[in-house]
């Protein structure tokens, strides 16, 4: 069982939304500020419109990922991004402070007044647990996309991680073909394994002209212009990767083929799966530090 511990749940989209509000059903009193969240509803989460005591917090949560652009605080549902700065001008020093996909000029900011941000996007427990919305979410997003269905389609995926994985199996277990290419062996003898077919990510283009989707996992241009040329004009393009993404969206739209970035598809497919991954990693942070 939980101790009782006051929490702050600082900007972020939905995902720190139902964040706020599992960790207050658990009994813990949290506080949220640059969130949609009704002030003082009930005996959920308390939204503030100033950061006055989140010094006495015992955990401050900051969102996934932590800032935006010119460092503010990433708060796509607050009317106004306040600049991260002035968030961590209000902590102290030994204060529990964690955050997702924490860059070194936010790690640089916290620093330099004496603070550590604990990444919590970082641990494996919850990068294996996104990959099961982020697979459902492409699932979804191809049946709504493509004109055929996803049973006999012929799919390819780049990359084979943890997200990779967990899309290959979805695909496939609705009658998909599915193509794996990477640049590891251990990759494509799992892909193998699986009953999937393995290509090696390195081979020279062209080969990738039989697809009717492809779905990218790898956060690095793989998909460039020679590669997009060589698809089908009707071919989907899926990248599930990471700023900065994995395609040429520019040749993409010049060649008139059809792409969806899905930047944090967990968030918007299935936020209280997601919310409750970050809470359970958050737990798990804390008793690993002895909080």
């Known amino acids: 069982m939980e101790p009782i511990r006051n929490f702050w749940v600082v900007g972020g989209d939905q995902r720190q939304v139902w964040l706020a509000r599992l960790l207050a059903d658990d009994g813990h009193t949290v506080h949220t500020y640059a969130l949609d ?21 015992d955990c401050v949560v900051l969102p996934l990922p932590v800032a935006g652009e010119g460092l503010t605080l990433h708060a796509p549902l607050a009317p106004a991004a306040p600049p991260l700065a002035q968030v961590l001008d209000r902590l102290t020093p030994g ?4 955050g997702g996909r924490v860059d070194p000029a936010v ?27 982020t697979a459902e979410g492409a699932l979804q997003l191809a ?10 389609s012929r799919v390819l995926i780049l990359g084979f991680g943890r997200v990779g994985r967990a899309t290959g199996q979805r695909f496939a277990a ?10 590891r ?38 998909l460039g212009r020679e590669e997009l040329a060589a698809l089908r004009p009707d071919c989907l393009i899926l990248d599930l990767a990471s700023k ?29 799966s997601a919310g409750r991954a970050i809470q359970q990693a958050i ?5 690993e530090l002895g909080q």
């Not at 709504?144 to 006999?152: A, C, D, G, Q, S």
């Not at 609705?174 to 640049?183: D, E, P």
Request: glycine share 10%; with cysteine; charged share 15%.
């Open 95 to 98: 204060q529990v402070l964690c």
């Open 185 to 222: 062996y251990d990759q494509l003898a799992w892909a193998q394994a699986m009953g999937l077919e393995g290509e090696p990510l390195d081979q020279p283009a062209g080969w990738q002209c039989n697809y009717d989707l492809v779905v990218n996992t790898i956060p690095a241009r793989v």
């Open 107 to 133: 790690q640089a900011l916290a620093g330099a007044r004496g603070l550590t941000i604990h990444d919590y996007f970082a641990r494996e427990e919850l990068a294996v647990a996104n990959a099961v919305p």
């Open 174 to 183: 609705l009658g998909a073909r599915v193509t794996v290419a990477a640049r």
């Open 37 to 57: 969240l009704p002030p003082d509803a009930g005996d959920g989460p308390v939204a503030r419109s100033s950061l006055e005591r989140i010094d006495r917090a």
């Open 283 to 287: 737990y798990h942070l804390l008793h």
């Open 143 to 152: 049946m709504e996309h493509l004109p055929i269905t996803i049973h006999r």
């Open 244 to 272: 900065p993404g994995g395609v040429d969206l520019a040749a993409a739209g010049e060649l008139g083929l059809t792409v969806i970035w899905a930047l944090s598809l967990p968030g918007k497919v299935a936020p209280v």
